[in-house]
């Protein structure tokens, strides 16, 4: 059975980041439900480490954007799902610390945990290593996509294409509400409902904020009507 120093030193090499204070790393992957010494406070940090990280990492990449293609593009990058798949390719499952309710319950592959352990991580590098050291870790994380990304592919966001798509087939516009919060008041989860009544469908999106909730829901919306936009569906105008 692997020792989970071998499984630290296994991640701290996938991170590129040897830590000076290993303390941090492990406080970054320690879930509220296993102690109360948690990473919350690191995940508030890295949150906003990340933003800036992304952002500058934009700047360079899209030097001829303009500042609303930027905004958009770090949407998608920061969204909850995107941290999700980079965090589960750094393996992180293997190295979180959960109670063992937790744990039973599936907590190690649940998207909001682990995208707040690598937002955690990110901010424990900050701490680390200062703000080089955690630019560094997000160029590794999500440089090859930002050096692929093509902008014009993020022209809209997805509550305006949403509304785009419905108004073009002469459907009413979709209406959003908050359908529940969770975590404390410094470091909430907001889950917001979009609802299409013309067409009977809900659809729900997860965020730190209403608006990134909202455009995670109207996003999960507009995937599931594009799919079924088919020749012969009663959707197609």
């Not at 500042?67 to 992180?92: C, F, Y």
């Not at 955690?120 to 050291?133: E, K, P, Q, R």
């Not at 995670?216 to 079924?228: S, Y």
Request: aromatic share 6%; charged share 25%; glycine share 8%.
């Amino acid at each position: 059975m692997v020792s989970m120093d071998s499984r630290l030193d296994a991640l701290q090499r996938r991170l590129g980041h040897r830590f000076s204070d290993v303390g941090l790393l492990v406080l970054a992957l320690t879930h509220r439900s296993y102690s109360p010494e948690h990473n919350e406070r690191l995940e508030f940090l890295g949150d906003a480490v990340l933003s800036l990280a992304i952002s500058s990492l934009l700047y360079e990449r899209f030097a001829g954007s303009d500042e609303g293609d930027l905004t958009r593009v770090r949407a998608h990058l920061v969204r909850e799902d995107s941290l999700h798949k980079v965090a589960v390719q750094q393996g992180l499952p293997e190295v979180l610390r959960l109670s063992d309710g937790e744990a039973r319950g599936g907590g190690a592959q649940r998207a909001s945990i682990l995208a707040d352990a690598l937002e955690a991580i990110i901010g424990a590098t900050f701490l680390d290593g200062g703000f080089a050291s955690a630019r560094a870790l997000v160029q590794c994380l999500f440089g090859d996509v930002i050096n692929t990304t093509d902008i014009g592919g993020w022209a809209k966001d997805a509550k305006t294409e949403l509304q785009e798509w419905l108004q073009a087939r002469r459907l009413p516009v979709p209406g959003y509400r908050i359908s529940a919060t969770r975590g404390q008041a410094h470091a909430q989860t907001f889950e917001v409902e979009c609802d299409v009544p013309a067409l009977s469908l809900k659809h729900t999106g997860e965020g730190r904020s209403r608006r990134l909730a909202e455009q995670e829901a109207a996003r999960r919306m507009l995937d599931a009507l594009k799919a079924t936009d088919q020749p012969g569906s009663p959707l197609r105008s």
